[in-house]
């Protein structure tokens, strides 16, 4: 009978369609490690039945990653013949070889026009030299000095000038000034990320900066090295920065050409909202004055104006965090004895001078002739992007407690050691416990007090038991 009722084995099997697409969605991964398995696993959603295929396509569209010429003019055709997928585009990611005559960083404006309607992220990420070891160019061909760009590319930048987020990394720019133009027509931007960014002239600052009017007003959140930061409006309230800083800019031996070592310090009294700084740690071998006179000129402009409060700005919203830049580049000891280092430089520069380097004997909040009532503290320290097992939390917190001991008494201090960030990056010890650890530290104090004895020098047990 055509008015059957459908048996009750057919009504429990029909699942709807908002569920699977709940489960299609879980297999998205926007960490670009993970992208190729997430991608085979969406290709093979999309080929289930007619009902998957939009859920599947939508989430598989989300984040596109071209790394050619090739790549680039095949999706371009996807999009053309299909327009409905240029639409589920938000993450466009472009990797490779950058500096070339066919580079994908200027092609894809052209190649793709304004089909990528809602579009919101951009990466624009070129090869570092283990890369290009792994992918060497055809024979015959060769990378160009910078990006080569042409004379109508800032006004095709005005298709994707509604992106909120770029990340920008080993890319070479012919001048400081074309950096900026080429953001100045991103006037949407929110996130900006600049990782190894240089040209080959530093120059004057561009018109862009000089305008009158605000050079990325949106901006909120900054990763970057240079000098870009004399340009930006008072919206920053996140910024990030490598330290020890470097130059960005590639110097060119030229008579003609003038050029300024920029310095590595950074002025931020210019940002009243900034209320997070990140300092990306990196190995450097032997601590100076030259490598630490910039983190503390940075850190006192930041904190040093009229008063306890920037802007609108307290002291207890302000949180300076010192992150590993690369977790395998360090031991666990290594990274705390570079903090030690940093340690009377950052209290110096965070907390007043009258109880800055102060050895505090007594709790916090007892009244004392030398000691204030109210919190020196300038800023909040946060430790964090330590990644590691839950059995050494407690050696961290007193670790790093021992290295900024003012910031520590007045409960200003903040551990964060085992969340997970990149986890494919581990310390170079990270197979030790802590056991391990206090037994080679045993063994190896038992070995400095027999060559102190023989060579009639006091014993550095004590000392170094009263150290981390």
């Known amino acids: 009978m055509a008015d059957t009722l459908p048996s009750q084995v057919d009504v429990c099997l029909r699942v709807p369609i908002e569920v699977w697409e709940h489960v299609i969605e879980a297999a998205y991964n926007e960490r670009y490690g993970e992208v190729p398995v997430a991608f085979a696993t969406l290709c093979s959603c999309a080929l289930v039945c007619r009902v998957w295929r939009p859920c599947a396509q939508k989430v598989l569209f989300n984040y596109v990653v071209l790394r050619d010429k090739a790549a680039l003019y095949r999706f371009a055709e996807l999009v053309d013949a299909y327009p409905k997928l240029g639409t589920y585009v938000r993450m466009l990611a472009l990797r490779g070889y950058l500096h070339v005559p066919y580079s994908p960083a200027v092609l894809f404006l052209t190649a793709l026009g304004r089909r990528l309607t809602n579009l919101s992220a951009l990466s624009i990420h070129g090869f570092d030299d283990d890369e290009k070891a792994a992918h060497p160019l055809p024979e015959g061909h060769k990378e160009l000095p910078c990006l080569p760009f042409h004379r109508y590319f800032p006004s095709l930048l005005t298709s ?32 900006l990320f600049c990782t190894r960014i240089s040209w080959s002239v530093l120059g004057v600052d561009p018109a862009c900066f000089n305008s009158g009017e605000t050079f990325l007003p949106n901006l909120r959140t900054l990763l970057s090295y240079d000098r870009l930061l004399s340009g930006l409006g008072a919206s920053l309230c996140e910024f990030r920065i490598k330290f020890p800083n470097n130059l960005p800019a590639l110097r060119v031996d030229h008579p003609d050409v003038k050029q300024e070592t920029p310095s590595l310090a950074l002025d931020l009294r210019y940002f009243p909202r900034l209320d997070r700084l990140i300092c990306i740690l990196a190995p450097f071998p032997h601590p100076d004055k030259q490598t630490h006179e910039p983190l503390r000129d940075t850190l006192l402009s930041w904190v040093l104006e009229s008063g306890d409060e920037v802007g609108d700005i307290s002291p207890r919203q ?151």
């Open 318 to 468: 302000r949180c300076l965090c010192l992150v590993p830049a690369y977790r395998d580049d360090y031991t666990r000891e290594e990274f705390v004895a570079l903090l030690r280092t940093m340690g009377p430089i950052v209290e110096g520069a965070l907390c007043r001078k009258e109880i800055a380097g102060v050895d505090l004997g007594h709790q916090v909040g007892e009244e004392t002739d030398n000691q204030p009532m109210t919190d020196p503290c300038r800023a909040t320290l946060v430790v964090e992007w330590l990644s590691d097992r839950l059995e050494w939390e407690e050696w961290w917190r007193t670790a790093i407690a021992g290295c900024f001991p003012t910031l520590s008494r007045w409960n200003r201090l903040h551990v964060d050691s085992t969340n997970t960030r990149l986890p494919t990056q581990k310390w170079r010890d990270y197979d030790e416990t802590p056991q391990d650890y206090d037994r080679r530290r045993r063994k190896q104090y038992a070995i400095d007090a027999v060559f102190s004895s023989s060579m009639g020098r006091p014993s550095p047990i004590g000392r170094r038991r009263a150290s981390i």
């Open 160 to 191: 994707v000038s509604h992106i909120r987020r770029l990340s920008l990394r080993d890319v070479r720019f012919a001048s400081f000034g074309d950096f900026a133009r080429f953001l100045s027509a991103l006037c949407n931007l929110g996130d």
